[in-house]
């Protein structure tokens, strides 16, 4: 190319070169409407007086430009020029995610502000998604002819430089390095080329500005840990050496398979040894009694009824050899109809998860019957059934002291199945000591996760198991004489 052609600029983030064309548009001050634009106007007339612009081809669009609201409103997802933006796409390019106002929050209203309870229009339309505000600047290029500079239809985007809210800078495409210069092909008669390269021209932060930086971010940090402490508030307390919180969010989501219609789940909770529950803290509740409908094979009632649960483990003696027992949920489902007459419907329980986290469990149900049509009569007409006077009886009775529980002769009958959704949190001080107190945190992780400990055992020897079936099939599979060699070898 000829050497008036080359051209090297240095562009500062936000900082305006302007091109020809709005070099005409702005030198009138009839074209000028906004703010802006005069503002425009002036620097305009102060780059003529001074022996105007020193750049020609290369200009910018910064992040108050018209160009930038329109780039970004009128992105397409595809190259087709008969695309159609489809409804999702109109309402998320109306989607601000350019200089969001932020109205600074007040000390005594952090708590307040955490849910907004009457959102209006603008507020959805801005937090519908997540909206990290944004600043946007364009690295122009007028590729015209020469001495035809100033047409709209000549304007190609060089460079894309994005600065987020996080402090991620994005540039699109990236510095030029060792790939070699980038290149624009022009359409028409004479398919021009153009090449351009990028560099990143930042100084080099010097030590003394990187430890003021530094410090600048540790002072940020703690002022977002006060923030933060401050929505959180000064009620949540941590638990003594030892002791193991355990919060349970649950969920009876519902109950199916069941005989009779419009059912309710009556639940309590029963605490071993070692653990405790806070005064305040309700160990029992009834659910709603919710109508049944037609799912499948099985009639399912929907409950969706929430509680939370709170207790305490106090390791007792180290030297004591035996697990200690997890809390018990016992609940019995009954059915009640139009005059008031409940049935039993079935027992059942389950042991509280040893393991934080959420977990779906769907336990099944029984029943005691009696023999004889009689009682099946009595049930269906004037309600009543066998109950359990002691529901713990459903695991071990709470008054068992034996050694062996028999059951013989007690009759029973299979019914369906209640759903749960358990959200389990643990908290205790020794997960955070660890290094320090790492036997002592052993010995009560170990014993408070007995059940686990157990389950783990279990796990090995069915590994084991596989493991030897696996190596007596490949041993079987061998031919006969290699095995006969094999084993005169040994």
Not at 2 to 21: G, I, M, N, T, Y
Not at 117 to 133: A, D, G, R
Not at 410 to 422: A, H, P, Q
Request: overall charge negative; hydrophobic content about 30%.
């Amino acid at each position: 190319p000829p050497q008036e052609e080359e051209e090297e600029a240095e562009v500062r983030w936000q900082e305006k070169l302007f091109s020809q064309f709005e070099v005409d548009l702005y030198q009138n001050e009839s074209a000028c409407q906004t703010p802006l634009d005069r503002q425009y106007h002036e620097e305009i007339l102060k780059l003529g007086k001074s022996g105007g612009r020193k750049n020609y081809r290369i200009f910018t669009y910064t992040d108050h430009d018209r160009f930038t609201n329109l780039e970004e409103h009128c992105q397409k997802v595809t190259d087709s020029d008969h695309e159609v933006p489809s409804y999702l796409a109109e309402r998320m390019a109306n989607v601000r995610r350019r200089r969001q106002d932020r109205r600074p929050i007040e000390a005594s209203s952090l708590k307040s502000k955490i849910i907004t309870w009457e959102p209006s229009e603008e507020f959805i339309k801005n937090n519908h998604v997540i909206n990290t505000p944004v600043q946007t600047m364009y690295i122009m290029g007028d590729l015209g002819p020469y001495g035809k500079l100033g047409h709209r239809e000549y304007e190609h985007v060089l460079c894309t430089i994005k600065v987020d809210g996080n402090g991620v800078i994005t540039v699109k495409p990236d510095f030029t390095g060792t790939k070699g210069a980038y290149r624009i092909e022009l359409g028409g008669e004479k398919r021009e080329v153009w090449k351009y390269t990028i560099e990143n021209a930042s100084v080099q932060v010097q030590p003394e500005e990187e430890e003021r930086q530094q410090f600048v971010f540790r002072d940020l940090y703690s002022r977002h840990k006060e923030y933060l402490n401050g929505l959180v508030g000064s009620e949540f307390e941590m638990t003594l050496p030892g002791t193991l919180r355990l919060f349970v969010n649950g969920e009876i989501v519902s109950a199916q398979g069941y005989e009779y219609d419009n059912l309710y789940v009556h639940f309590f909770l029963e605490l071993p040894n070692q653990w405790s529950s806070p005064t305040f803290q309700q160990l029992s509740g009834v659910t709603q009694t919710c109508a049944t409908k037609k799912v499948g094979w099985d009639n399912v009632a929907y409950f969706c009824y929430p509680f939370t649960l709170e207790m305490f483990f106090t390791q007792g003696d180290e030297s004591e050899d035996s697990f200690p027992q997890w809390p018990v949920l016992y609940f019995e489902v009954l059915s009640l109809d139009f005059w008031q007459r409940y049935r039993v419907e079935g027992y059942g329980s389950l042991v509280v998860p040893a393991s934080p986290g959420l977990h779906m469990l769907t336990i099944p149900t029984w029943r005691p019957v009696e023999l004889g049509t009689v009682a099946e009569l009595r049930r269906f007409f004037i309600g009543g059934s066998p109950e359990l006077e002691d529901i713990t009886y459903v695991r071990i009775p709470s008054t068992f002291k034996g050694e062996r529980l028999s059951r013989f002769g007690f009759r029973t009958e299979t019914t369906g199945s209640v759903t749960f959704r358990l959200y389990c949190l643990q908290q205790s001080r020794d997960f955070l000591e660890i290094s320090a107190l790492r036997q002592r945190m052993q010995s009560v992780l170990d014993r408070v996760g007995g059940s686990s400990q157990q389950s783990s055992v279990y796990n090995v020897l069915e590994a084991f198991q596989r493991a030897r079936r696996r190596m007596q099939e490949a041993r079987e599979s061998l031919p006969q004489d290699l095995v006969s060699t094999s084993a005169s070898t040994a």
